[in-house]
Structure formats: C-alpha cells, structure tokens
C-alpha cells in the first residue's frame, strides 16, 4: 500500500515592502538667455568690426616697407701731388664748407719749382726784347738802304741822260766832243747803273735780314708761351699742396697723420654732404599704386618719436638683384617665383628735418609709409 507523505512547505523571505513616499509637487521654473551679455557681446564685435574695417579702409590708402634706409653723397678726398704732410687742419666729424683747407703738403720742393719757372719766364721775356730790337735796326737798314736806292736813281738818271747827249753830240757831223769825254760818261753811266744793282742787292739782303728777326720774333713769343705755361704748371702744383675740401659735408674715415708720406690717388680721408635721402625698397607687387610727386612719412630709428615728411622723387630702372655682384639667371636650372624688391628714391621736403637734420646719416635705417590716396 503506497504511503503518502505529505511534505511541508518551506518558509521564503521576501523583502518587507515599504509603501512610497508620497510625490511633492516641484514646479520648475523655465531658464532665462543672458540677453544683457548677448547684446553686449554683439555689440562688442560690432565696434570690433567697424573698427578693423576702418583700419583696413585707412591702410588700403598707403603702401609701406621698413626696407628702407638713408644714402647721401661721400666725397673722397686724396692729394693730387706726391708728398710730407706738414699740417692737418680738421679733426674727425667737423663740419666744413666747400673750399675749405683740410691737409697742408710741405710745399718747399715745388716753391722752388716755381722759382726757376719765374726765371725761364724772364730770360724768354729778355730773349723777345732782344729780337724785337734786331727787327728795329733790320727795319732802319731796309729803309736805308731804300733811300741809297733812290739817291742812286737820280744819280744814274743825270748820268744816263749826259751819256745819251754825249752819243748825240759824237754822233754829228760837227764832232763837238772827243772819244775821251764820250768814254768818260760812259764809264760814269756804267758805274752808277752797277752801283744801283749793288743796292738793290743790299736792301734785299736787309729785308731778308728783317724776315729772320721776325720769325726769330715768333721763335722768342713761343719760348714766352712756353715759359709762362711751365710757371703756370708749377704754381698749380704748388696750389695741390693744400688739399680742400670738394663740398660741404662732415668729415668722415679720417687717416692723414702729420708727417706721412702721400701719394697721388691715395684716400686720406671722406666728406660726406649735407644732403641726404631716402632709398625706399618697395616690392613690385606695391609699385603698381606709387607714382611720383606722392606724399611719404619717414620715420627713422636712430630719431625716435620724430616723423619726418617726404615726397617720391623717382624709381629705380632695375630691381636690386639686376645690379648685383651675381644677376640672378631665371633661365637656368629650376625656376622659383621671388619676389623682387626696386629702389625709390624718396626726398626730405623742405625744412622737414629741422634741428634733427645733424642726426639724419647715411645708412640709418628707417620706415617709409607713402600715401597713395588723400
């Protein structure tokens, strides 16, 4: 006989359960946008709008570099004549005029030089006097020898007339004369008529005289000419012994010493002129807006705070690297684009640098902006 068993049930644990707490009513408010920030934000960005495109519509009317830097005339200075230095009248920096005296050469050398000179002059001079009186006396005995000529011509007029009388008279049928007389007035017309060719003879020989004393004039004028240019020649060397300056400038690279030897050429020192420019490389993408006669603000480093006026005087006919050492060959190897930069030349207007124009020098680096639109 089967036997149930009856089993009993196992006890589980649950968790106790807790009834909810009851749900508070929250009312949530709705977020508010910082329209104050906003405003304030746009507003921001409006005057920084307007204020860069202001600032670009200001730039577009100017074309600036900083490439840019001061050039001016320098004069050499070197003696023309070889020789000692005796003095040295300027110092380093000091200002000078044209003309003024820079280096003295010790000028006793070409003082004697200029001695001898003189005494050629005067020997030409005394040689000249001498012939001019040569041509005196050769013009006293042509004339001499002229009147001889004449007195002789009314001599051998008389006796050619008595000769031929003398021939009429023997010729007659009377005989009025003897064979002796008639022989006589010949012979006496002979003698005259050879004495007037003997003075013809001797005027010619006078006047040839004269003709030497003249061309011995010309000699003695070209020996003056001479001389005087030998003098001239050596009072100009005696003049190159003060060395002066070529214009007006400060002295610069001063290297003259008293006592030192000089030599023709040699530099001894540089005057730099009061004139200075600027010389302005602009890119040649910024050339197409320049033209000459604009306005330009030079502002140079070694003058702070000080902003100098200007005009564009000229452009440059080549870029910088056309008149370099080495001229760039675009034609050979590889080509790459660069941008090449042009000299301009740009003047101080006048007056415009003022008590600070000491202060302008060649090579100072400076700021140019040129105004392309007023």
Avoid: C
Wanted: net charge neutral; no cysteine; aromatic share 6%.
């Amino acid at each position: 006989m089967n036997t149930l068993t009856a089993t009993a049930s196992t006890a589980t644990n649950y968790p106790a359960y807790a009834p909810a707490p009851p749900m508070l009513a929250v009312r949530v408010r709705a977020r508010r946008l910082p329209w104050g920030k906003i405003l304030a934000g746009a507003a921001l960005v409006a005057v920084a709008g307007t204020g860069l495109g202001g600032y670009l519509h200001y730039a577009a009317g100017f074309e600036s570099t900083d490439d840019a830097f001061l050039e001016g005339r320098v004069h050499p200075v070197s003696p023309r004549i070889s020789g000692t230095v005796a003095r040295v009248l300027v110092d380093d920096n000091a200002h000078v005029a044209t003309g003024d005296p820079l280096v003295e050469i010790d000028p006793a050398d070409l003082n004697l030089a200029v001695q001898g000179a003189a005494a050629d002059v005067a020997q030409a001079q005394a040689g000249a006097s001498q012939v001019t009186a040569q041509i005196t006396r050769a013009q006293a005995d042509v004339e001499a020898a002229t009147a001889r000529i004449a007195q002789n011509a009314a001599q051998l007029n008389r006796v050619q007339m008595d000769f031929h009388r003398m021939e009429v008279l023997l010729d007659s049928t009377v005989a009025a004369i003897s064979q002796q007389e008639f022989d006589a007035a010949r012979a006496q017309f002979d003698s005259a008529r050879a004495t007037q060719q003997s003075l013809l003879a001797e005027r010619a020989a006078t006047e040839a005289a004269l003709a030497a004393a003249r061309a011995q004039r010309d000699v003695a004028t070209a020996q003056i000419q001479k001389a005087d240019a030998t003098l001239s020649a050596a009072k100009l060397q005696a003049g190159y012994t003060i060395i002066r300056a070529p214009s007006p400038g400060r002295i610069a690279k001063k290297s003259v010493e008293i006592g030192q030897r000089l030599q023709p050429g040699q530099p001894i020192m540089a005057v730099v002129g009061d004139d200075v420019w600027v010389v302005a490389n602009f890119k040649e993408s910024q050339l197409a807006r320049l033209r000459a006669g604009e306005k330009v603000t030079v502002r140079v480093d070694a003058v702070e705070g000080r902003v100098f006026q200007g005009v564009v005087e000229s452009f440059s006919p080549g870029t910088g690297a056309k008149f370099s050492l080495l001229p760039p060959d675009n034609s050979t190897g590889n080509f790459t684009k660069i941008v090449q930069r042009v000299p301009v030349k740009i003047l101080f207007a006048p007056g415009s640098a003022g008590p600070a124009a000491s202060r302008l020098a060649p090579g100072l680096s400076a700021f140019v902006q040129v105004v392309i639109r007023d």
